[in-house]
Structure formats: C-alpha cells, structure tokens
C-alpha cells in the first residue's frame, strides 16, 4: 500500500521532506519508523493530521507525519 | 556549603549555605552560615530564596526594604555538566496583581558567573536597601574566606550590557559578571530591565555572547537599588570528575531528553530553534501577535534559509556538552566566518521575528542584538511591540508609538532603542500597563501581568499556573503539539504533576536542557555524587513540588484574585482557524479546569507561607 510520510526539521536531513511510499499490509507507525532509521523516542506521530501511538496501524492513502519533539527554554 | 551529614531531608540544619548581606545604603556587609531550615534550602536556587521573600510584606517594589537575592543551586560550580546556574529573586516591578502589589519573582541564567561566585565561598547575597550612587559590587575569595567591596559605578553608566562586562574583565581577568544595560539604569520606565551574564567566550571573543537572566524585570530593580554590576572573582575551583561524575555527566549527554538540544551535527535536533518546523507544521508559530496566519510566511526564519545568508555555528556554555546556542555570523566576502550577528534561540527569534512581522532573519539578528545590548526581556520586551502594532492595526486613526506597524523594521528598531534608553515608558512597563490604559486587553498576551513567550495561549491553558514566566516555571507549553491531548483530565494531570515540576531545575543548578524531569534518578544521582548527601528521587519531587507551591501561595497573598488566573480574552472570543491543533480552550473547559487544579492545590498550601 502507498503511504505519504513527512518529515520536519532535522529529520530531513538525509532523507526528504515529502515523499510516497510503499509498506505492506498492516505496516504500523512503528514499521515506517524503523524503516527510516529513525529513533522512536520524542517523535511526534501524526496520521492524517492527528496524533496516534507507535502502535497505530495505516492504511493505504494515509499520511503519516513525523516531528522531532523538541521543548522551550 | 558546609555539609555536616548526608541526610539533608531528616536533618536539613546539617548544611549550611553562607550568606552575606549587603546593605547598599550604608556599603557594608555581614557573613554568616545559615543552616538549612529543610530540602528546598538544601537543593537551593528559588526553593531557598522564596522562603526569604515570604517572611517580608512588601506593597511596591520600588521600595528599600525589597530585597534583591542573588543565589545558587546545590550543583552550581560543582563537575555535573550544565551545573552554572545563579538565580536573581525579588518582589517584581513587572509582575503586580490587580489590587497593585508586587508578586515575587525569579530569574535564572547560565554563563559562568554562578560558578564563579560558587568558587568565592558564598552560596547566597542578599543586597538589602538601595545606594545614594551608583556602585558595583566585587565578590572574591580571600585568604579568610569570602569578602566583598562595593566601589563606583559611574564610568560604567550609559554602556551597554555586553561593553560593561568588557570593561570590568579588563580590571578583573579572572572574574565573571552580572551587569545591567541601560534599561535596568532607567528603570523607571523600563520595568522589565534584564541581568545580563557574562560567559567564558564572551570574554575570549571580545563578542556579546552573554547569557540573561531575563524574567520579571531583576535588571529594573538592581537598577533602583543603583547597583550597576556584580563581579565574582576567584580562580577556577572545579573539582575533579571522578569516574562515578563521568557516569552522570555521559547520561547527561546521552539521554534522548538532552540530545533534542544538541547540534544537528551532534547527531541532536539544533536547540530550541528546530521547534519553529515543529510548530509550523500546524499554524501555531506566533505571527503578528499571536495570530498566525496560515501561511508560509516564517519559512524565511528556517534554519537553510537562515544559512544563506549567516555562517551558523553551535556553541556551548562553560564545559558543556549539549551546546546548544546557535550562533549566527556574518560571512567575509572570501566566505570565511565574520563577526557575530546574535545567538538564535526560539524565543527572540519569533518575538522579534514572525511575531512582529518580520521574517528576513538578517532584521531579525539586528534587534535581538539590539535588545540584549539594551539589556531588556526579549520576551517581555517582543510580546509589548506586538501588542503596539497590533493596537495600530486597529487603530490607523489613533495609533501608539508614532504609528509603528508590523514589519517596519527601521520604526520598530527606533522604538527598541528608545524604550531600552529609558524614553519610552508605556512600552518599558510591559503590556499588561500599556493594554489597561489604551482600554483593550483581549490581545494583549500576559498572563498575572508578565508577558507570555512564543507559544500560543491557545495550545496551552497552563500558563495561569507558571507562578514565574510561561513556560520556564510550567512546563506545559508544548504539551498539545507533542501529545496532542485535550481532556480535562489531562490537562489537570500534566499541571498538578510534571508541569510543576519544570520549577526544579531553578532550585539545583543545572540548565533544563539536561532534558529529564525531576523524578530522573540521573538528578539524585548527580546530587549524591556532587555533594554526598544522600536524597531520593522521591524527596527531591516532594520538595519541588512544596516549593512550587509556595511560590502559589505567595501570588495569592500578594493580591492575586481568582480571574487573574486566565487567559488573554481573545484565545476565549476569538478563536484563531488557522491554528490546526484542537481549539478546546473553551470558557468552560477552563473554568472547570481550574476548578479541579485548585482543588488539589489549596490543601497543599496550607502552612507553607509564615503567619
Ligand atoms: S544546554 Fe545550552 S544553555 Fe544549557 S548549559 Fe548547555 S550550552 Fe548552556
């Protein structure tokens, strides 16, 4: 199935920032993730505008955001 | 700090911290050792100096019985990376409740001056009254222990905050400082004066690249008290890092909370900076005061875009491995590194930036430099303007401030100069003075009277229970964009538990950047490992908490009444659609939030204040 993945601030960096693309059946959050060598922790996770656990499953046509979780100082 | 047991939470008079006191009106000073009354005197910072604050009614803060406490952490000067800070306490001229009583107030900032009054033998100066002329005062390690002299200022009057440090380091070489602009020299019309630090590489550089201590206008009343700067003076007394300190401060690095602040080099997320991607991926970066637009509009303010123009470099404070300033230089024609254009941190870069109608950073670097220079609160100071050229928006007719609008650079740079020199007070006392004269307070974004940083008062109904800056003493500001969560159970959970919590690291020393909440048992770790006192996790939450809790109580003694604790009016009448975070700050929502934090805090308080 095709998945839209974004990326924001410096998890672009050596990826891209928007980009179609394809998982399995039942793929998760998680798997997109993994699959993009991304770290897990203070990752903020969108599907299709709103927030879901690692655990949460996509569907084909969905898009997935991920953000760097960062804080103020 | 002499520590005489290792139990500081069932013996808490086993460590005791010296104090000196100066009094400024007659230029003499006393030293004492004060044991500890329990562990929020032990952990330090504002734990300690609230509790000096509370045993004294003051009703102005312009007044000599208001005293200014310069204080530590218990892991200020000591191996524990990021452990610098010094603390600046005092009844505000900023911060007042409706019924005109002064709330007290903290401010915290890094560079190495903390260290070094560390190293001096004190742990906390308490300047009582006020000097009939302007002075500074020079703290230093004598062979007999600490020992302090106060001398004129006047050659120091009228430099900026950064040319000041310089021309005490060339008379003190192995000091650091904390020096006023002046804005603090013109306090009375400016109310929201800054401390200004000085750090190793600003010293090295011959560069502005001070730290401040910003909140709450502490600049404005070392102005009033005409005690220009403060020098710390003693050799470098780190101890040496034994292999259990290596431990804590390679956690320090590693923990995922910290490596969000490190370089993007570094393999981190380049500091605080990196949250304005985060943030625009949903409208929620402040845009003309606090509206975003909708638009792309800030793209200009995006780190590539800034490296187009500026050579960006990461830097650190004194030994630390987080490095988290990102310093902006101007590039030579041949493409080598020039002088330094200002440090970009999130806050200023939006307050003088997207939030005023600015997005070309080479404008932007110009007036956070300006600022700091001045030596004002950039928050306080950026959250003002906007509401200035807000006001003018709406009024073309009767404008504020000869017209200024969003986006007039020059005009807007003429103000910052004029408010940071003192002739301009209807800016330099805030916006919550400013809003309350011209009529129209929906807009304008403080909350109890101190102004709000770069996050949305919409994303974020905490803000009216941060007892000392938004988002420096609740840690709740970015709460929505991380989790997303909009139930009012929530929202009472993460107040009345972690957000509190923020307040911590202003009592032990270290910078919040370390990343990990307070419960961490890298915190007692490094605690045991500095000091030897032995002290839980659990313990260090309760006395954070306690001491949070009386910086509560004491906003209530001071006059505040229950609807002070709101929001600005528009996040309530006039919800903004561009925002694509849930709009769920309702009247309601917050009134019966507020109602179910009360109800877990009052018992609480109970006792906490002197009779
Ligand atoms: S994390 Fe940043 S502000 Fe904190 S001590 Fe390190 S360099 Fe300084």
């Given at each position: 199935m095709q998945i839209t993945v974004k990326l924001y601030g410096s998890l672009c960096i050596g990826r891209f920032h928007s980009a179609v693309r394809e998982y399995p059946d039942s793929s998760t959050i998680q798997t997109i993730v993994t699959d993009l060598g991304i770290p897990s922790e203070y990752l903020i996770r969108l599907k299709n505008g709103y927030h879901v656990p690692l655990e949460e499953v996509v569907q084909n046509g969905d898009t997935v955001s991920l953000l760097p979780m960062l804080d103020g100082g | 700090m002499r520590i005489l047991s290792q139990n500081p939470v069932t013996d808490p008079s086993t460590v005791l911290y010296r104090r000196c006191v100066v009094d400024l009106e007659t230029g003499t000073a006393t030293q004492e050792d004060v044991p500890c009354k329990n562990l929020e005197d032990v952990l330090g910072g504002f734990g300690r100096s609230y509790q000096i604050l509370a045993e004294r009614k003051i009703s102005e803060a312009y007044c000599p019985e208001n005293p200014l406490i310069l204080n530590i952490g218990i892991?200020?000067?000591?191996?524990?990376?990021?452990g610098l800070r010094s603390y600046f306490s005092s009844y505000s001229p900023l911060k007042q409740s409706r019924k005109g009583l002064p709330s007290a107030m903290w401010s915290a900032g890094s560079g190495n001056f903390g260290n070094k009054l560390k190293w001096t033998g004190l742990d906390e100066v308490i300047f009582e009254n006020r000097s009939a002329t302007p002075v500074y005062a020079v703290f230093s390690d004598g062979e007999n222990g600490p020992q302090v002299e106060i001398k004129p200022a006047v050659h120091l009057l009228g430099l900026t905050g950064h040319e000041k440090i310089m021309a005490l380091h060339k008379e003190y070489a192995d000091a650091h400082f904390a020096v006023i602009g002046p804005a603090g020299e013109n306090f009375n019309s400016v109310y929201m004066g800054a401390i200004i630090l000085s750090t190793d590489n600003q010293l090295k550089s011959g560069e502005g690249k001070s730290r401040f201590a910003g909140r709450g206008g502490m600049g404005s009343m070392m102005g009033y008290k005409n005690l220009i700067a403060i020098v710390a003076q003693s050799s470098d007394k780190m101890g040496k890092i034994t292999p259990d300190m290596r431990d804590v401060n390679r956690d320090v690095i590693k923990n995922g909370g910290s490596a969000r602040f490190q370089p993007v080099s570094q393999g981190g997320h380049g500091g605080t900076w990196a949250n304005i991607d985060v943030l625009q991926a949903f409208h929620a970066v402040p845009e003309n005061n606090f509206r975003p637009k909708g638009d792309e509009d800030v793209a200009g303010l995006f780190r590539p875009n800034v490296e187009k123009d500026f050579d960006v470099h990461s830097e650190a404070c004194f030994r630390c491995g987080i490095r988290c300033h990102n310093n902006l230089y101007h590039r030579n024609a041949d493409g080598s590194r020039g002088a330094l254009a200002a440090k970009f941190d999130f806050e200023p870069l939006i307050l003088f930036g997207s939030n005023i109608g600015i997005n070309d950073s080479r404008q932007v670097t110009e007036l956070i430099h300006l600022c700091d220079y001045l030596g004002m609160d950039a928050i306080s100071l950026g959250s003002t303007i906007s509401y200035v050229l807000d006001y003018n928006a709406r009024h073309p007719d009767q404008p504020?401030?000869?017209?200024v609008a969003f986006g007039q650079f020059d005009q807007i740079r003429e103000l910052i100069v004029r408010t940071g020199r003192g002739k301009l007070s209807e800016v330099g006392r805030g916006v919550k003075r400013l809003s309350e004269q011209t009529g129209e307070t929906s807009y304008a974004m403080h909350v109890k009277g101190l102004e709000l940083p770069a996050y949305l008062p919409e994303t974020n109904p905490a803000y009216a229970f941060a007892i000392a800056g938004g988002h420096m003493s609740m840690g709740t500001h970015m709460y929505l964009a991380k989790e997303g969560k909009t139930g009012l159970d929530d929202w009472v959970e993460v107040i009345t538990r972690?957000?509190?919590?923020?307040?911590?690291y202003d009592m032990i020393g270290l910078c919040k950047f370390v990343g990990v909440g307070m419960g961490h048992e890298l915190i007692s770790r490094a605690i045991g490992e500095a000091t030897g006192l032995k002290v839980s996790s659990e313990e260090i939450v309760t006395a954070v908490r306690r001491a949070y809790l009386r910086g509560l109580a004491l906003e209530l003694r001071q006059g505040y009444e229950d609807d002070e604790y709101t929001l600005p009016g528009q996040v309530f009448e006039n919800p903004n659609p561009n925002v694509t975070l849930p709009a769920f700050v309702t009247r309601e929502f917050f009134a019966r939030m507020k109602q179910r934090v009360w109800a877990i805090f009052k018992p609480e308080m109970e006792g906490l204040l002197p009779e």
């Open positions: - | 892991l200020t000067g000591s191996t524990v990376m990021t504020l401030c000869d017209g972690q957000g509190l919590l923020q307040v911590g």
